[in-house]
Structures are given as structure tokens and as C-alpha cells.
């Protein structure tokens, strides 16, 4: 009767992987709506430019390092009723902004949104963003794969003047 011991030990291992693809199948069917892994992403200097009387929209800037290729397909905040990818251009001795739908981050390599550059832009602010004050921005992105990530950034707002270009279209925000 030597296999019977073996047998039941055998029954065992497929009932434990059994219960184990059980609980991964639930985890997956329960993802479609949880919140996004956090994006391999390293944020420092980020910023908002203050808002002054009626304007309501305004640039959002920061310096992004990405651990591996990413693409920034947006941003969301709850002051804004929407957030953009914008890049600055200059057409006919003009700088002026231009909605892009992504930014592609390359593994490794600091990419720089600052004012007269790419940069988010809030709009439809549901309220002024005053000096000093602390915002959160949630940036999304996908990987080559499809996949999607998310990060929270919580950032301070600069005075409004602070490095706008002379010629910038963010002066009129
Ligand atoms: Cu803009």
C-alpha cells in the first residue's frame, strides 16, 4: 500500500493549485477598476504656476526620470475640470501652445516640463491657485505592453511670474 500516501499527497498539491488559480482569477477579474500600479517614475521639482483674479487655467511643471520606457498619456487634479500635455512652439515669432495627446519618456533620460517647453496645463479651475498653496496632480501612463500605471504628485504653487518667457502665451492664463 506503499501508493497510497502518494496519491493523496498528489490530490493534495492539485487541490492547493486549484484554490491558488481560484484566488488569481478573482484578483484579475477584480482589476479592471482597482487603482493602477504605480508608475516607475522619479518626480522632483514639481510645481504650479498661482493663478491671478479670473484666469482659470494654468502650467504645471516638473522633471520626470522614467526606470523604463514610459508615455505620459495625461494627468488629472481635483481643482481642474480636465488637464492637458502641452508643448510650447514657436510659429511666426510667436510661442504658442499646442495640445499633445502623449509624451514619451525614454528609460534613463530626465525629461524637463517647464514653462516655454512641454508642461500640463490645469483648466477649468474650479477655484484660484494662490502662492504656497499644495496641489495633487495624478500623472498616468502606459508602458510598450499596454499597461497602464498611475502616480500621485502633490505639489506647491510658485508665484506666477517666476520664469515666464517674455513671449509666452502663459502670461494671458
Ligand atoms: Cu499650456
Known amino acids: 500500500m506503499r501508493g497510497f500516501p502518494v496519491a493523496a499527497s498528489f490530490l493534495f498539491t492539485v487541490r492547493v493549485l486549484l484554490c491558488a488559480g481560484a484566488a488569481y482569477s478573482l484578483s484579475a477579474a477584480g482589476s479592471e477598476n482597482a487603482i493602477k500600479p504605480e508608475a516607475p517614475v522619479k ?51 510667436m510661442m504658442k501652445m499646442r495640445f499633445v495627446p502623449e509624451l514619451f519618456l525614454p ?18 479651475l474650479s477655484q484660484p491657485i494662490s502662492v504656497g498653496q499644495t496641489l495633487s496632480v495624478t500623472l498616468f501612463f ?32
Open 43 to 93: 518626480v522632483s521639482d514639481a510645481w504650479a504656476r498661482a493663478t491671478v483674479a479670473t484666469q482659470t487655467a494654468s502650467g504645471v511643471f516638473m522633471r520626470l526620470v522614467a526606470e523604463r520606457d514610459l508615455t505620459l498619456t495625461g494627468a488629472s487634479s481635483p481643482l481642474a475640470g480636465e488637464m492637458e500635455i502641452h508643448v510650447t512652439r514657436v510659429e511666426d515669432g
Open 142 to 173: 502606459t508602458d510598450r505592453e499596454g499597461r497602464r500605471y498611475e502616480l500621485p504628485v502633490t505639489l506647491k504653487a510658485r508665484a506666477h511670474t517666476q520664469s515666464a518667457p517674455a513671449l509666452s502665451p502663459h502670461s494671458a492664463h
Open 107 to 124: 528609460a534613463g533620460q530626465e525629461i524637463t516640463l517647464k514653462p516655454g517647453d512641454a508642461h500640463l496645463m490645469l483648466l477649468r
